[in-house]
């Protein structure tokens, strides 16, 4: 295993370090952000130039606000740079963007059990989601128990029940209805005594404009930190890559509510146009933990800022 800078940790590429990521963004990388390395040719840098570079931003969901940003350090960058042709927009393009990124959290693994809990909408891939995140870290000798805490959908537990047979992990479920603090509270007791290394609960998928939905998230959180000082250790923000700037507005109101550390991003290989990822770092400070890059459990990988900038602008 390679070890990341942050604590996460990667399976190398059989080719190289981007190839997974370029394969997985290849539909985005033929959208807005794509198309910027085909305006900056060898001409001349105008007016005109900058407000088409503007629009393919604003067309890729980077969202008024950060479009402003990026805008702003380009123009500032040609002039304390010198540059004068606009085929070396590309690179400078490249880095202003993965300023904007960030770095992941890291995760401290001590003594007591981790315990991460995955909030978000529905059909944003969070159940699906944490059973990837529960191969990932198995595959790093970490023991993790699963946690089905959505007893508002049965479907949910059903569904992590198939995914922990499938990997062969423990999970402990609520039955529908019951009160998911409840399955929390006996989900870190057992994970206690029997000394495993993380803890990942699902919660239920709910409409971040749902006051009182998003209430029982709080208690949930409560709950968990009365029983273990300091959990939730992370709470993870599940977003679907196509939703654009809606996506803003729910990492919002998710961060008031919990207080969200960090976000997984879905669905990067379908033709989501990813400038949200830019505006999420840019707006709320919330980094980027893991991204998923397919269907499969392994596909569900720790986010590479270099690798996610240089993908989407492949054109």
Partial sequence: MQELEKGYS?????????????????????????????????????????????????????????????????????????ILQADQLTAVAERVLLEKLGSPAAIDFGPDPVVVLLVGVNGSGKTTTLAKL???????????????AD??????????????????MPLIAGNPGSDPGAVVFDAIQSALAQKYDMILI????????KHNLMEEL??????????????????????????????????????DVVGVTGIILTKL??????????????????????????ERSEDLVPFDPVAFVKGILAG
């Avoid at 479907?155 to 062969?168: K, N």
């Avoid at 699902?202 to 404009?209: C, E, I, S």
């Avoid at 709080?218 to 809606?246: C, F, M, S, Y």
């Fill in 269 to 294: 290989d379908t033709s989501a146009r990813g400038g949200m990822a830019f505006s999420i770092q840019d707006e709320l400070g919330l980094p980027i933990v893991f991204a998923g890059l397919g």
């Fill in 202 to 209: 699902d919660t239920a998928g709910r409409l971040h404009t």
């Fill in 134 to 148: 529960a191969s990932h870290f198995a595959s790093e000798n970490r023991r993790v128990l699963m946690v089905g």
């Fill in 10 to 82: 990667i399976i190398p590429c059989m080719t190289d370090r981007f190839s997974a990521w370029k394969s997985a963004l290849s539909r985005s990388s033929r959208g807005a952000l794509g198309r910027l390395a085909s305006i900056f040719g060898a001409t001349e840098i105008t007016e005109q130039l900058y407000d088409e570079m503007e629009e393919l931003l604003l067309l890729a969901d980077l969202g008024a606000r950060t479009t402003q940003s990026v805008m702003d350090k380009v123009r500032m960058a040609v002039r304390t740079e010198g």
């Fill in 218 to 255: 709080e208690k949930i959180r409560r709950v968990a930190g009365r029983n273990l000082p300091g959990a939730p250790h992370a709470i993870w923000l599940v977003l679907d890559a196509t939703t654009g700037q809606n996506a803003i507005a729910q990492a919002r109101a998710f961060h």
């Fill in 151 to 168: 007893t508002f959908r049965a479907a949910a537990v059903d569904q992590l029940r198939i995914w922990a047979d499938r990997l062969g």
